[in-house]
């Protein structure tokens, strides 16, 4: 259990770099686009920006392993949420187990006086 919360704040801290970064990148575009009155990266001209290329392609990477990380966070979510019901199951059959072990073995509680007096 320690390891998946050390992992799952690993997860959290990935993810918040990656916002930090992504919003970087945003106001940076953003402020590139008002410049030029320009809706798309596609408009800018490579004369005036020689690495947009290689931004392009950079951005696009960016894109396909967030998008693969995506899919595989989801497939670990569902592996995670059948395995907490598996855990709940198994709970459950521990507990109707012990009810019923109680029944037919009930606990004595107190003392018992035996009575030798004649």
């Given at each position: 259990m320690e ?8 997860k959290d801290s ?5 916002d930090?970064l992504d919003l ?6 953003s402020?590139?686009k ?9 408009e ?9 290329t290689?931004l392009k392609e950079v951005?696009k ?6 998008m693969?990380?995506?899919?595989m966070d989801?497939?670990?979510?569902g ?9 709940k199951?198994e709970?459950?059959k521990?507990?109707e187990g ?6 037919y073995?009930?606990s004595?509680?107190?003392s018992?006086?035996?009575?030798e007096k004649?």
């Open positions: 390891n998946l919360n050390r992992i799952m704040d690993e990935l993810m918040k770099k990656i930090e970087s990148f945003i106001t940076i575009f402020q590139i008002k410049e030029h009155s320009i809706e798309g990266i596609d800018l001209s490579l004369e005036e920006y020689p690495n947009l290689k951005v990477e960016v894109s396909s392993t967030l693969t990380i995506s899919l989801d497939k670990n979510t592996a995670m949420k059948e395995r907490l019901e598996q855990t199951i709970l459950r521990l507990k012990k009810k019923a072990y109680k029944g073995n009930p004595m509680n107190g018992m006086l035996i009575d004649k």
